[in-house]
């Protein structure tokens, strides 16, 4: 495994990101399947285990916050909520965890509606923007949530056996909104403020 948290291009200690993430503040069952697993991510050291709070599926960026406007940030957020009208709320079964170069993650299934989800929040975008101009690709999209993030560089055997020997679980939530946040990588964890909530369904 690598560490996760080499500085990628543009990312420095005080810039932060604005970005579009579903996030489980409100979901038990999610906290719950946190919980199953935090006895393997206890006994590896090299991972850094994601708190509850900050658990998320990563599904849009749109730009540091240094470099776009808060309007433009408005009119996106006006967008989203015109675009995501016309989704409605569904069901997404987490996990079981696996291990990733740089992570512990667990997929999201089906992937359909949360990929559905993240066309609507490019398009609204691109309606701001045109759609020439929304950031990052379309496709190669993998709807996962994160338990740890690995912390060095190492074998990763260890993390798979400790996952090995752990019954698999998953949860099932339900999405019913898209946040927009303002997100921050300086404390070796994902933290937000939150800047916006787009409800799915009218």
């Known amino acids: 495994m690598r560490n996760h948290w080499w500085w990628r291009p543009g990312w420095e200690v005080g810039r932060s990101f604005f970005t579009w993430h579903v996030t489980f503040a409100d979901q038990p069952q999610a906290h719950a399947l946190v919980e199953n697993y935090a006895p ?3 006994q590896l050291p090299q991972l850094d285990p994601v708190p509850v709070k900050w658990l998320h599926l990563t599904l849009q960026g749109i730009g540091f916050t240094d470099e776009v406007s808060r309007g433009d940030v408005d009119r996106i957020v006006e967008a989203a909520r015109s675009r995501c009208a ?9 996990g079981p965890a696996h291990v990733d170069p740089e992570t512990i ?5 089906p992937l359909e509606p949360v990929a559905e989800l993240r066309l609507a929040i490019r398009a609204a975008i691109g309606d701001v923007w045109g759609v020439e101009n929304v950031p990052e690709r379309e496709d190669g999209f993998r ?4 338990l740890g993030y690995s ?12 996952l090995a020997a752990h019954p698999g679980a998953t949860a099932e939530v339900t999405v ?10 300086d404390h ?7 800047v916006a909530l787009v409800r799915l369904g009218r």
């Open 40 to 42: 393997v991510l206890a």
């Open 188 to 194: 070796k964890a994902y933290e937000w403020t939150d």
């Open 105 to 109: 993650q667990m997929p999201g299934r």
């Open 86 to 94: 016309a989704l409605k709320p569904f069901t997404l079964t987490i």
């Open 151 to 162: 912390n060095a560089a190492g074998p990763a055997e260890p993390v798979r056996d400790a």
């Open 176 to 185: 019913s909104s898209v946040s927009l946040i303002d997100l921050n990588r």
């Open 143 to 146: 709807a996962h949530v994160s």
